[in-house]
């Protein structure tokens, strides 16, 4: 593994995960764009997930180009939200934001974001609206931002990010690594980004930068497309295992509940989550059903 730019001293103030799997046609212009930040204390922790394309051969270049990227290879493929945990899990700055080996990033995202952090001590995570360009790099109709996550009352904030479908908004913005800390590790469950995030959002507020500084590139050979289902992002999560997974959306309550119990602030606070958790079973029953007969929901 290659080292950090600190030679040995102080660890750097922002660290960034970035797990891989075959990401070779995107990889380099994301690596690129990660390197030309205008914020320079950084680590580029890269996690390769055992690719069989060229993405080993394009990172060692990076990292002997840029003592800031540290590069590992798995001898075997983990699964994509094990590889998630484990790039998380070598950081050792005192911020923290996951990467897609897909996606691009303004020159200016890591110092803005870093700014925000800075100057709100009440804020965990902050993120940017994010843009979207497709294989080409050509721009995409963008998304509508999700609701405010920075309101000062945290049961709002944990119905809004429970209830949300566009959890990948925040969850590849910078986050304070010691709340991480304290969340529990990503479960190997599809909704994973979604399940963390609630959780962080129990610690303290997620602000947007209202600027799209981030681009998502939408692509066919994205988890979300290439298993549409819950079920069969299984497989993306447990490589050569079986291909089933039971109860996804069952799964889903269970883990919000848990993580209401362990990070809600108080007891108001918890019991206003539970409340609110009794809600979104009632509005998803639907979906909980369909779990316990086996089946995708219509």
């Known amino acids: 593994m290659s080292a950090t730019s600190q030679g040995g001293g102080a660890p750097p103030l922002v660290s960034i995960g970035l797990p891989v799997y075959n990401g070779g046609r995107y990889l380099a212009a994301s690596l690129s764009s990660l390197c030309a ?3 320079r204390d950084i680590e580029i922790i890269i996690s390769d997930n055992a690719s069989t394309d060229g993405s080993a051969e394009l990172c060692r270049d990076f990292a002997a180009r840029d003592p800031r990227v540290r590069y590992s290879r798995l001898p075997e493929n983990i699964g994509g939200v094990a590889n998630h945990n484990r790039v998380f899990e070598l ?6 934001m996951w990467a897609s080996a897909d996606d691009l990033w303004q020159p ?24 979207r360009i497709d294989d080409e790099g050509r721009p995409c109709e963008p998304i509508a931002p999700g609701p405010p996550l920075d309101g000062d ?47 962080i959002g129990l ?28 079920r069969s992002r299984y497989g993306w999560i447990n490589p050569g ?15 919000f509940t848990a993580a209401a119990l362990r990070s809600a602030p108080g ?32």
């Open 37 to 39: 930040q205008s914020f």
């Open 203 to 230: 610690h303290g507020k997620l602000r947007q930068i209202p600027e799209p500084l981030y681009c998502r590139r939408i692509h066919g050979q994205q988890s979300i497309h290439a298993f549409p289902s819950l």
């Open 241 to 255: 295992r079986s291909q089933r997974f039971l109860w996804p959306h069952l799964e889903y309550a269970r883990q």
């Open 153 to 199: 009352d945290v049961r709002e904030r944990f119905a809004r990010l429970t209830d949300i479908y566009r959890a990948i908004e925040p969850f590849y913005g910078l986050a304070r690594r010691a709340v991480l800390l304290r969340s529990a590790r990503m479960k190997r469950h599809p909704g994973f980004d979604r399940i963390l995030l609630a959780e």
């Open 108 to 131: 200016g995202y890591v110092e803005r974001c870093v700014a925000e952090l800075r100057r709100h001590a009440d804020v965990v995570l902050v993120y940017a609206i994010n843009g």
């Open 267 to 298: 007891p108001r606070a918890r019991l206003g989550c539970l409340w609110h958790m009794l809600r979104w079973c009632r509005w998803h029953h639907r979906e909980l059903w369909a779990d316990l007969r086996g089946v995708d929901p219509a």
């Open 91 to 96: 950081a050792t700055g005192e911020f923290f």
